[in-house]
C-alpha cells in the first residue's frame, strides 16, 4: 500500500502548483479549484487540438521515487514543482494497467487513464530535467517517467498521510499509453 506524501493545486495556467494542507476531489472534474478542473479538457495544447475532447487529465500524480532519482542527477524537485496534484511513496505508478483504481483516503476513488506526456515546459523549470523524464527504450521507444494522469470516479478530501490502495482492472491488462 502506498501513501500521499502532498498534494497541490493551482487556479491559473502555472508550471508549479502549490502545496496546501488538503485538496477536494469532484467526482467527473478533477481537483476543485485547480485550472484543470473540467469535464473536458483544460490543458492549452489539448483546448487548441480539440477543445470538446473529455478530459483524462483531471488529476496528476507523481511518484516521489522520481524526485529521489533526480536529487542524485544534481535536480532539486520538491512535490507540485513539476506541476502534479498528488505526489505518492511507495506504489509503482508508472507500471499500473489503464484502469487501475486508486482509492485515496477514506472516500476518493479515481481512474488511470495513462501517462503524462512531458513538454518543454520541465526545461523551463529546470534545463535538462526533460532529457530525465523522458527517455528512449532498448527499441527506441518513448519512455515517459513524468508521473500519470486519471479522471475522478468517487469524490472526496485527500490529504498527505493518507493511504492509497490499488485495485487492478481485470484483465488482461493495458499498459499505459500517454494521454
Do not use: W
Not at 502532498?6 to 496546501?20: D, G, I, N, W
Not at 523549470?125 to 532498448?138: D, I, Q, R
Not at 498521510?161 to 499505459?176: F, K, Q
Amino acid at each position: 500500500m502506498g501513501v500521499v506524501t502532498a498534494v497541490s493545486r493551482s487556479k491559473e495556467y502555472t508550471f508549479t502548483k502549490p502545496v496546501q494542507p488538503s485538496i477536494t476531489l469532484l467526482a467527473g472534474l478533477g481537483v476543485e479549484g485547480d485550472v484543470h478542473q473540467g469535464v473536458t479538457v483544460k490543458h492549452r495544447s489539448r483546448v487548441a487540438q480539440d477543445p470538446t475532447q473529455p478530459n483524462l487529465r483531471q488529476v496528476h500524480l507523481m511518484h516521489s521515487e522520481l524526485f529521489d532519482e533526480l536529487r542524485d542527477k544534481g535536480f532539486a524537485v520538491e512535490p507540485g514543482e513539476i506541476g502534479e496534484n498528488v505526489t505518492t511513496r511507495g506504489i509503482d505508478l508508472l507500471g499500473l494497467p489503464t484502469g487501475t483504481l486508486l482509492h485515496l483516503g477514506s472516500e476518493a476513488v479515481i481512474e488511470v487513464t495513462g501517462l503524462r506526456n512531458p513538454c518543454l515546459q520541465i526545461d523551463g523549470f529546470s534545463k535538462g530535467l526533460l532529457k530525465e523524464v523522458v527517455g528512449k527504450g532498448p527499441g527506441g521507444e518513448l519512455i515517459r517517467r513524468a508521473g500519470i494522469m486519471s479522471v475522478v470516479l468517487v469524490g472526496g478530501v485527500v490529504r498527505p498521510g493518507d493511504e492509497i490502495g490499488v485495485e487492478l482492472p481485470p484483465g488482461p491488462h493495458r499498459p499505459l499509453e500517454k494521454v
